[in-house]
């Protein structure tokens, strides 16, 4: 499974932004996919997650702002994000778990900045 990542950039503090990622493989095939970003400095943090049946979980820090999403028939994940905050700047990956074989498939990132 291949994983790409697009619609980061630079966005004022209050605007919004749409992550996708798009699957080489089958999407609906994996256990969960989710959405991680790691700011300068800092460890990489889980920022969403679906499973498979559709169940979400989101960090503290992004609840009521970000939505995470899924189109199995597009083989594409969505990461939309709403009132951002310059907290929010960091790169975003892209990740698929399939929970049968422990296999962890990560995308390249892409660069989310928010200015004050």
């Known amino acids: 499974v291949q994983l790409e990542e697009s619609g980061g950039g630079l966005v004022q503090a209050g605007g919004s932004l749409r992550l996708s990622c798009a699957a080489s493989?089958?999407?609906?095939?994996?256990?969960?996919m989710g959405w991680y970003r790691q700011a300068p400095g800092k460890q990489r943090e889980l920022v969403a997650a679906i499973t498979r049946g559709g169940i979400t979980n989101y960090a503290d820090s992004v609840k009521g702002r970000f939505t995470i999403s899924r189109d199995n028939g597009k083989n594409t994940v969505y990461l939309q994000m709403n009132s951002l905050k310059p907290e929010d700047t960091a790169v975003y990956y892209c990740?698929?778990?399939?929970?049968?074989?422990?296999?962890?498939?990560w995308g390249q990132g892409t660069q989310v900045t928010v200015s004050s």
């Open positions: 493989g089958r999407l609906f095939t994996m256990t969960r």
């Open positions: 990740n698929a778990f399939l929970l049968a074989t422990s296999s962890d498939y």
